[in-house]
């Protein structure tokens, strides 16, 4: 039998209930401690535990929870803007973490927290689960086993539906959230440092908000937060990457779209649908050789949670991690790493211009 973990679960608002409905098909998981100053809130979380919401102690903060030694992990899910604050008491504790996207929401607090977990001996996890869709995770194996040569060209598309309804509307403001580039983007950023294997060494952003959140105020203030962007990534080994981000699609077939091309084929991903498309060069006017396959995703994952199937996954690594049977696979460096192209791509929407990484003193 799989060796239990006591889950303590700071934020239990939607992406914190999705932690829960995942830890619930985790082998060897048990809940046994909350924080939320919302009690709406820790009511979803009551909720999603059903009848094991008894098990779980609710605490006033992370601090509360992590002196009461009933927890031998933590996940944060509280919003952006406080993971600095949450995190503080917890790696005090040498508590294993897994802290959600983006890590922090200014460069300031991503230095520290990768600094902190850096002199830490527990694991800390940095919820980068884009990487664990079946259909995406295929796709890197791929790429990375040289099947369409050397990457030259990535392109990721993601064109969905706007930010949700949050406590509080903390989304609606980029000094809650780092901004658009920072909160929704850094998992593309991520996939492209994890794909390319290299550094972005510059960054070109296009972005404003023109569509949504245009005619909300919030005690008089309007909300400030891009909903479609291009940004042009280049890394150092040479490989360029783009993204293209449009939160006024909601009716796209498919939210996701990557591309890798290479010196020999190009290969594609599509999510949901999960398919693979391998298209080999062929040569002028001969016919193409394009390969399509679909990448199942097991029903448990995906009715755990709203991101086909990632979360599951990811959380049976990071079990494994604090249980010593396996390695930390998206770490605090990747955390800061992706918060900067982030941070990058903000300047440069703001301010018109190309950023170079080397201005951000990482």
Request: hydrophobic letters at 45%.
């Amino acid at each position: 039998m799989a060796v239990t973990v006591r889950y303590g679960l700071v934020g239990t608002g939607m992406m914190g209930v999705e932690h829960l409905n995942n830890l619930a098909v985790t082998p060897g998981a048990v809940v046994t401690a909350l924080a939320d100053p919302v009690p709406r809130s820790l009511g979803w979380a009551r909720d999603a535990l059903g009848e094991r919401a008894d098990q779980a102690t609710v605490f006033a903060d992370s601090a509360a929870m992590a002196r009461s030694g009933l927890v031998d992990a933590v996940i944060v899910a509280s919003p952006n803007n406080t993971h600095r604050q949450v995190l503080e008491p917890l790696f005090d504790a040498g508590l294993p973490i897994l802290c959600e996207k983006p890590m922090a929401t200014t460069l300031a607090d991503a230095r520290w927290v990768a600094d902190r977990a850096a002199r830490s001996d527990s694991p800390f996890w940095t919820a980068m689960e884009y990487r664990y869709m079946p259909p995406a995770a295929q796709f890197i194996a791929e790429v990375h086993a040289g099947r369409i040569g050397a990457l030259r060209m990535l392109s990721i598309r993601e064109h969905r539906f706007p930010f949700l309804k949050k406590v509080g509307d903390w989304n609606r403001f980029s000094a809650n959230t780092g901004g658009t580039m920072v909160e929704k983007c850094c998992h593309f950023f991520d996939l492209m440092r994890f794909i390319t294997g290299s550094e972005a060494v510059r960054v070109y952003c296009s972005g404003a908000m023109d569509v949504n959140h245009v005619d909300e105020r919030y005690d008089g203030r309007t909300p400030d937060i891009i909903d479609n962007s291009y940004t042009t990534v280049e890394f150092a080994n040479g490989v360029r990457a783009m993204l293209d981000l449009c939160m006024f699609a909601d009716g796209v077939e498919n939210q996701e779209e990557i591309m890798a091309v290479g010196d020999k084929a190009r290969l594609d991903v599509l999510i949901p649908e999960g398919a693979l498309v391998f298209s080999p060069r062929v040569g002028f006017r001969n016919p193409k050789q394009v390969e399509r396959r679909t990448v199942d995703v097991d029903p448990t994952a995906l009715n755990a949670g709203s991101h086909h199937g990632s979360t599951f996954y990811q959380h049976q690594r990071f079990i494994a991690a604090v249980r010593g049977e396996g390695a930390v696979e998206v770490n605090a460096r990747d955390g800061l790493m992706a918060v900067a192209i982030g941070t990058a791509a903000e300047i440069s929407a703001r301010e018109k211009r190309v950023v170079e990484m080397s201005e951000l003193d990482l």
